[in-house]
Structures are given as structure tokens and as C-alpha cells.
């Protein structure tokens, strides 16, 4: 097929999410903190802490076989793995979870955006589709966030969980008129360095190696809460609608926003900010909290149930760098069994 004549399509997703549920009457007993704080002023209920023993590739192996095997498919021509928590700091995590899933020797490789590198990682994949380079492509974004959390910190423990969630990316022919099932538009990205430390690990990277004499707050993530969420609603808003644009679709109309699930509050602003009416925006942070590059993929997974053949979906991010992108999908044909690790019943409810 000549690439020109090529359009990237989703044909499988799939999610991960470890068993261990934290409910916030868990937090309130850990920190100072109270439900009440939490639910009205992020919306998260409760999420999900990888076991020690749980690396973010262990969950980015469940979903990626998750998302294989609703599209159907054992065999992909790269693997791209959205993380900011490796399993290692070398060598990346993507080539250890493709062997896993038994994907032999194809390119395999990390992208790091943080809470937009789902994003970033599925540009990478349509590029490649749409270039010929690749006909199918596995994208994961994967993160075990609490790894980098100070559990003493109640400005971020409570906001975040771990977990992840995959798609699949295909090439097919371009032969049909309007919106092709599963068809992704152009994914707008951007980034803005002078607010590279609104979202920050200041120790354990070339400019400051942890030492011994690093102080501790430096080892941990902090975010500057209010910036990120003004900038948040501002660059979600902005970079949904345009990708809606590139698309020829009027934003209002769309069916779904699946936006990065950082706070309930910006998911409502967003949703106003582009007329959408508050059902139309997926809400996934209630149960699973902000899994960073994991969030899109999960939530595309979990409420897949949702949506129909045909919707009109936008994606967006918003996340450290500060970064952002957005893409369009209409939902595809669903007819495939559904074999995909989907919102598991919850069980446990003690915190560690
Ligand atoms: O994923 C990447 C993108 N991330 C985001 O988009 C996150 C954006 N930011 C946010 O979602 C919000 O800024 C937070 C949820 C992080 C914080 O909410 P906020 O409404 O901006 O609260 P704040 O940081 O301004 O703090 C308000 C008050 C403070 O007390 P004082 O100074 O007013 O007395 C905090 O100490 O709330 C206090 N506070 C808490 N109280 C109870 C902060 N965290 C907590 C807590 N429990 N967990």
C-alpha cells in the first residue's frame, strides 16, 4: 500500500490497573487530609498503588496484551511506550515489553513526556503508519507514579495512582469518504520549557545526581498546583479544539472529550471552555486517580462500553515539560469479543 494512501487507524485498546485499591477514608488515616478535601477539590474517589514487587513495564506488558488481543493481532512492527517512571534509568522499558509479549526482535523504544506522553507516543506511531515505515504499531502508556511521590506529601499523593493502558495502531487504505471507524486525525503537540519546573523531579537526572547530601524534597515530584491548572485548562482547551479543526469537525459537536484525567475541576472547565456538555467528558479519575501517561489509554479502555461506532472522539493532554497534544479519533467498529483487562471489580480496600 503507498503510504499515501494510507490512513492510521485504532483497532484494539486495553487497560491495567493493579488490584490494590486506596480509597481517600484510606488517605485520611495516612495524612492530613479528608475526603471531603479531596473528592470536591479533585473529584478522585479512589486509585490504585502497584505492589513493590509491580514495575510500570509489568503493568505495560498486561495492557499492550490487552490491546493485542482486542485487535485480534500476535505480531507488531513497533512498540512505543509513553513513561516517565522506567523500570531503569538504562536501558528504556520498551524493548523488555516487547520481548515479553513475545513480539521478537521489532524497534522498541520510550517516549517521555510525562502526563502527555500518550500523546506524543501515538504521533510517533501515526508518523510512522502514514510513513510506511511501520504497519502496526503497539502503543503503551504505562506509569507506577507513586515511585516518585513523597508518601508524606498530601498536595500529590492524593491526586495520583498508578496504572496503564494500550492501543493499537494500523495501517489501512484511504478509500473512504468522511470519517473512517477508528481513523486518528492529526496530533498537535506543543511544549513550553520556561515552565519546565512546574512539574519537576529536581534530583536523580544529570543536573543534580542524587548524593547523599541531596535534600529530600528533591527526590520527590512536586507541582506547582494552581500554575498547572490554569495552564492546563488554557492548553487543553486550545489544543483540543485545533485538533478538532484539523480534523474539519466542529468541537461543540464532537461526541467525547477523553482529556487527561489530572482533576475533575479542569475537566469541567475544558468541557465548558469547548461547549461540550459535562456528559460528553470521560471521566475516569473518579476510581483510578491521574495515572499520568496512563490515563488516556485507561480511559479509552474503561469506557469503551460507552461509545458507538462513528463517535467523534478528541484526546488531550496536558502535563510536565509543560507539554500538550491533542489528536481526533472516531470510535471503531466494535464487533471483535471483548478480551481486553477492563475496569477491574473492586476488591481490597486497605492501604499500604
Ligand atoms: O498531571 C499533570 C497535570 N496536573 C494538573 O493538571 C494538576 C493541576 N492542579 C490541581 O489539580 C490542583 O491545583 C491541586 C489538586 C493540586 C490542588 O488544588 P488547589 O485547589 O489548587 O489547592 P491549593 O494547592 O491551592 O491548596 C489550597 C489549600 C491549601 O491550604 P491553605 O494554604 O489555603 O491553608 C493547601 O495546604 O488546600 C490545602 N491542601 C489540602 N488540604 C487537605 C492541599 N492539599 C490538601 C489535601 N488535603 N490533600
Redesign the pocket.
Known amino acids: 500500500m503507498p503510504s499515501s494512501d494510507r490512513r492510521a487507524v485504532l483497532t484494539g485498546w486495553g487497560a491495567h490497573a493493579p488490584a490494590h485499591v486506596v480509597t481517600n477514608a484510606d488517605l485520611e488515616r495516612l ?4 475526603d471531603e ?2 473528592s470536591t ?2 473529584g478522585v474517589c479512589e486509585r490504585r498503588w502497584a505492589d513493590p514487587a509491580t514495575s510500570t513495564g509489568d503493568m505495560a506488558v498486561r495492557a499492550g496484551r490487552a490491546a493485542l488481543d482486542r485487535a485480534g493481532v500476535d505480531h507488531v512492527d513497533r512498540v512505543v511506550l509513553a513513561t516517565t517512571t522506567p523500570d531503569h534509568p538504562c536501558p528504556g522499558t520498551a524493548p523488555w515489553v516487547a520481548h515479553q509479549l513475545g513480539l521478537g526482535d521489532v524497534g522498541a523504544h520510550d517516549v517521555a513526556a ?2 502527555s506522553g500518550f500523546l506524543y507516543a501515538l504521533g510517533t506511531a501515526r508518523d510512522a503508519v502514514l510513513a510506511g515505515s511501520a504497519t502496526r504499531v503497539l502503543v503503551i502508556g504505562a506509569d507506577r507514579f507513586t515511585s516518585l511521590l513523597d508518601p508524606q506529601d ?3 499523593t ?2 495520583f495512582g498508578d496504572g496503564a493502558g494500550a492501543v493499537v495502531v494500523e495501517a489501512r487504505p484511504d478509500d473512504t469518504p468522511g470519517d473512517t471507524p477508528g481513523a486518528l486525525g492529526d496530533v498537535v503537540l506543543g511544549a513550553d520549557g520556561s515552565t519546565y519546573d512546574h ?1 519537576i523531579v529536581r534530583a536523580g537526572g544529570t543536573r543534580a545526581p542524587l548524593t547523599s547530601s541531596t535534600p529530600p524534597p528533591d527526590r520527590y515530584f512536586t ?1 506547582a ?2 500554575e ?2 490554569t495552564a ?1 485548562v488554557h492548553r487543553l482547551a486550545d489544543v483540543a479544539a485545533q485538533a478538532a479543526g484539523r480534523a474539519g469537525w466542529d468541537v461543540q459537536q464532537c461526541d467525547w472529550l477523553v482529556a ?1 484525567q ?2 475533575r ?2 475537566l469541567a472547565a475544558v468541557g465548558r471552555a469547548l461547549g461540550l456538555p459535562p456528559d460528553r467528558v470521560v471521566c475516569d479519575l473518579d476510581r483510578y486517580g ?1 495515572t ?1 501517561a496512563a490515563s488516556i489509554p485507561m480511559a479509552l479502555a474503561h469506557h469503551a462500553d460507552r461509545f458507538t461506532t462513528g463517535d467523534r472522539i478528541v484526546l488531550a493532554a ?3 515539560g509543560t507539554t500538550w497534544g491533542a489528536t481526533t479519533l472516531t470510535w471503531p467498529a466494535t464487533t471483535r469479543p471483548a478480551t481486553a483487562d477492563r475496569a477491574p471489580t473492586l476488591t481490597a480496600t486497605t492501604a499500604r
Do not use: K
Not at 495524612?31 to 479528608?34: A, F, K, P
Open positions: 495524612l492530613d487530609t479528608t478535601w479531596i477539590r479533585t510525562v502526563c498530601r498536595g500529590t492524593v491526586i512539574i507541582m498546583g494552581r498547572v491548572f492546563a487527561h489530572a482533576n475541576r479542569i491521574n499520568s496536558f502535563g510536565g
